[in-house]
């Protein structure tokens, strides 16, 4: 198809479309609000026949998404950053059900102070709700995230709620050239929806969501894991499916320039992209550098992440947030992933970009020469003033 | 305690048919049991009208006994007796 501009999150909104969900309710937030405006528009014009519904609250609106998906709807919605952390509760319940549910979170700060700008502390915030979490570096891949997720969340080995990040403004309101996917092939591609027990389904009573006492929960939360344990082989397997169709490779980990790196940095999201120019004007200068985009981060790819890792001398982990006490939500996951390995490399931690705070050129220069000079603390702030 | 296994578990915590409060045993986590002087019951029948887990036994309009697997020893039928014929008895006593 040709290519079209449009930020992020007319992207999604554009990819929705094509898909035709049965429901989608939300609540808009900023810098969520264009895809469920956008979206909403396309329901009034009757391009869609989704059932839309604009919600109170997120809580509301992840409540209603829960009900859809458990009558057999094919179910969507949207947040951001306090929208997301009002869901919390929610989130729980939805991949507890095992309810397929698909979420576009325009990555944002939490308050307080508070602030509209991107960081990643609202999708960290939901690491441990078990939702299946990839991370997009930019308009493309946030609407070929979009599509791809479908697939994954109502895989029948899966059924787990998935959530795609795009960084909040640097990706959702920056106009970029991205190319669309016919909506035949869309539709082709994420099929019709299957359910395996419905609410409406008056033969097959079922109870959803009952009371869980210490003689079955643990065995539920087992169930979860488990599922977990399908997604990885399931992504590549629908990221190839889509690659026929898209002619766009994705992968879990995407290294860069990595054959003969001896320093790597990661990251997610847009910054991935700023390191790859970097990498570009650094390997111009003869130093033996790459870098990482990391696009899914639950489950976290610990053993396909280790095995490009084992053997570097030095890895910079970029953290777009913070656990308070703690180092960067990124980093123990990664230096916990070389920990089995012979030849582990000095991992030290970069926390940069809190609350939209712009990552500057220079200063991944300063976490590469940080590397390989071996300079610089366990965990190091990139850009603030101390 | 159940022994299916988490395989085994219709996923989700979902449940498949119709009816199946009668297979969670409530009596499992009692502590104290009803037990009835049998020479004071008037029949009055208030247990039952009062019991929350139907686990006052009553056949031909006289209360016969106590369904021990749903009776989770709260003590209504207790407190609710007129003339004060049962008694809460701690349960392995």
């Given at each position: 198809?040709e ?11 554009l ?5 035709n ?21 396309y ?14 609250s ?52 939490l ?7 991107c ?11 078990g939702?299946?979490?990839i991370?997009?570096?930019n ?13 994954i ?46 609410l ?17 929960y ?10 977990m ?7 590549k ?5 889509y ?34 120019e970097?990498?570009d ?36 982990v970029m ?22 390995r ?19 050129p ?25 | 305690m ?52 139907n686990s006052?036994?009553?056949?031909d309009?006289?209360?016969v006994?106590?369904?021990l ?9 207790a ?15």
């Open positions: 198809m290519r079209v501009a449009m930020n992020g999150d007319q992207a999604i909104a990819a929705w479309k094509q898909i969900p049965d429901v989608v309710a939300a609540y808009p937030i900023t810098p969520q609000t264009i895809i469920v405006e956008a979206f909403s528009e329901v009034a014009d009757g391009l869609v026949d989704t059932e839309y519904v604009c919600a109170e997120e809580h509301s609106a992840m409540s209603m998404c829960i009900g859809a998906s458990a009558a057999g709807a094919r179910t969507a919605t949207a947040t951001a950053s306090a929208g997301l952390a009002f869901m919390w509760e929610m989130l729980y319940i939805a991949s507890g059900m095992r309810l397929p549910i698909i979420m576009a979170v325009a990555n944002r700060a308050s307080g102070p508070i602030n509209i700008h960081d990643h502390s609202d999708a960290m915030g939901a690491r441990d709700s939702w299946i979490q991370f997009g570096e308009v493309q891949e946030a609407y070929d995230n979009a599509i791809m997720a479908f697939r969340a109502e895989h029948m080995d899966i059924r787990l709620p998935t959530m795609t990040c795009l960084d909040g403004f640097i990706i959702t309101h920056s106009l970029e050239r991205f190319e669309p996917i016919l909506d035949d092939e869309v539709k082709k591609f994420v099929g019709e929806f299957r359910y395996k027990r419905s409406l389904d008056v033969k097959n009573p079922t109870t959803f969501g009952p009371f869980d006492w210490t003689d079955y643990f065995e539920h939360k087992y169930q979860q894991v488990d599922a344990r399908h997604v990885i082989p399931i992504v397997q629908v990221q190839e499916e690659a026929k169709i898209s002619g766009r490779k994705y992968d879990i980990i995407e290294p860069y320039r990595m054959e003969d790196a001896d320093y790597a940095v990661i990251a997610m999201g847009s910054t991935a992209g700023t390191l790859k970097i990498v004007e650094l390997r111009s200068e003869g130093k033996k550098v790459g870098s990482i985009k990391l696009r899914l981060f639950r489950p976290f790819p610990s053993k396909e992440l280790a095995d490009i890792l084992e053997g570097l001398k030095g890895v910079g953290d777009r947030a913070i656990s308070m006490g703690a180092t960067g939500p990124l980093f123990p996951e990664v230096r916990s992933a070389l920990y089995e012979k030849e582990r490399p000095n991992v030290k931690n970069y926390i940069y970009g809190l609350g939209g705070r712009d990552i500057r220079e200063e991944i220069k300063h976490v590469y020469k940080q590397l390989i000079y071996d300079e610089g603390e366990t965990v190091n702030f990139l850009g603030v003033r101390i | 159940a022994g299916e296994k988490a395989g085994e578990l219709p996923e989700g915590g979902m449940i498949l048919e119709a009816g199946s409060s009668r297979k969670y045993l409530t009596g499992d986590w009692r502590s104290k049991r009803p037990v009835c002087d049998e020479s004071k019951c008037t029949n009055c029948l208030l247990c039952w009208i009062y019991c929350p887990d006052v036994i009553v056949k309009g006289k209360r006994g106590f369904k697997t749903h009776c989770k020893g709260c003590g209504i039928c407190n609710q007796c007129p003339v004060k014929c049962i008694k809460m008895v701690e349960e392995g006593v």
